[in-house]
């Protein structure tokens, strides 16, 4: 069991939980993931690392409440405790020797992209940081990207909040302004990292995406996790969750994770009528 030590709504449907895990705490880095069971018969649940404490022991996880089992975990409170906090799985990002990056995060995606960021500008890295969200209420991690950033450009699309536009907007105008990035690390929804690649590769821009598919068991046993990339076939899991953006078959990708989304309708349905039942 693992005590959630603190909890806090970032938005509407976006939760922050800091969870005692010592031993994961203490081997834990950017781009890696854990997986979480609220109870003991609830789903297996992936979440990126978002940050961690080794002194404190604790570990920062952050997920957007869209299905039965993130609401099922949301309904736990600081001072109760998960069943199982398995990790770190995964492949640790690779941050060393960079100079100047662009780090690129889209909704909560955001939660994945700002460890990053915080690591490369501990290590003296330039970076700039570019993250959209639909419209200010959904802004999350602002004052964390600030001090993690050089330079830090917040888009919406409906313009209530930073500059209005994409994410590939800002990037492409920052390329053309005469900055040479030796990477962009692009993490958020699908559609958005193949349209940042898109700019990227017209660019000649070496441009890494993190690929957060359906897991299951975490250790490349079930194959749930594989992508095609390079016109190979990869487990995200193990041999992620970093890849190469420019090798990376989206249009497979996003095909796969529309799979489930009946199933997924259901579950949500089952757990919003069970919780409306205990609250009665």
């Known amino acids: 069991m693992f005590k959630i030590v603190s909890k806090e709504a970032l938005n509407p449907t976006v939760c922050k939980m800091v969870i005692e895990a010592p031993l994961i705490a203490k081997k834990a880095e950017p781009g890696q993931f854990i ?4 109870n003991e018969d609830s789903e297996r649940i992936p979440l990126t ?29 600081a001072g109760e405790c998960v069943h199982d906090f398995v990790g770190p799985l ?32 501990a290590l003296g890295c330039e970076v700039h940081s570019i993250v959209g969200f639909r419209n200010k209420d959904l802004v999350i991690l602002e004052d964390e990207f600030k001090a993690a950033s ?17 994410v590939t907007a800002a990037l492409e105008q920052l390329i053309n302004e005469g900055n040479q990035y030796d990477e962009v690390i692009a993490i958020g929804p699908l559609i958005m990292m193949k349209f940042v690649c898109g700019v990227t590769k017209k660019y000649g ?12 068991d975490g250790t490349g046993m079930c ?21 190469d953006g420019h090798l990376v078959d989206f249009d497979e990708a996003m095909h796969r994770g529309t799979m489930y989304k ?3 309708a259901h579950a949500r349905e089952a757990s919003c009528n069970l919780l409306n039942k205990e609250v009665k």
């Open 35 to 38: 997986i979480v069971r609220a």
């Open 49 to 77: 690392v978002a940050d961690y404490d080794r002194t404190a022991g604790t570990v920062t996880i952050i997920f957007q409440i869209v299905g039965g089992s993130t609401m099922e975990l949301d309904t736990l409170k």
């Open 90 to 121: 995964g492949v640790a990002s690779h941050v060393e020797g960079l100079k100047k990056v662009a780090v690129v995060g889209g909704g909560v995606g955001c939660a994945i992209a700002y460890p990053i960021a915080k690591k490369l500008h």
């Open 150 to 166: 050089n330079k830090l450009v917040m888009m919406t699309d409906d313009g209530s909040h930073g500059e209005k536009g994409l």
């Open 205 to 216: 821009v070496k441009t890494v995406v993190s690929m957060n598919p359906i897991m299951i």
């Open 223 to 243: 194959g749930g996790c594989r992508l095609t990339v390079g016109g190979e076939t990869k487990f995200a899991c193990v041999d992620g969750p970093d890849f």
């Open 262 to 264: 009946e199933f997924e």
